[in-house]
């Protein structure tokens, strides 16, 4: 099974209707469209991207499903999770997923970064409800991957015993998922 499916496998396990969600890379949308179809009516999504035909992307596909008024998408890195959620939002959020590296199809040139990665990463803890689960995938065939993948390694192995972690490998990516223990 392709790792993004075995993500949203895991996310989609423990999502029900009216939960809070959030996209930390939307890139195309395909995420953002899985967590607005499993979130409706009443739940949300906001998605993060710097990059508008990202977004525009994601809004055609919300769109298309008629799910426009699930999903909220915002023009700025994740590493602005905290300060662009409600705060209400915080430790009410069963989902965050990310997936590092490049906008398929889009310039490679403009990748994730370890900082704004790092930075993210601990503001989904932040946000995470009990139970809530961080879907991570780290691609590392782009400029600069090398580094961000070491420094998620190091970040995952500094978490204390809150969470839970189980890796995924595969010869691109590799998938964790980083479940907040009760």
Known sequence: MPLTKRAQQ?????????D???DATVGNGHDTLFL???????????????????LASAQRRLDHAGLRHVARLLLCGHQRMTARVP???????????????????GDKTRVTRADSTLSALDQALDLLTPDGLISLQVYRGHDGARDETAAVQSWLSRLDRRYGVTQHASPGPILYLIRRRR
């Open 10 to 18: 895991a996310v989609g396990g423990i999502l029900r209707p009216g």
């Open 20 to 22: 809070r969600a959030i």
């Open 36 to 54: 607005a179809s499993r979130l409706a009516p009443e739940g949300r999504v906001i998605g993060f991207d710097i990059q508008p035909q990202a």
């Open 87 to 105: 705060a209400d939002w915080s430790g009410q959020v069963s989902a965050v997923m990310f997936n590092l590296g490049y906008l398929p199809g």
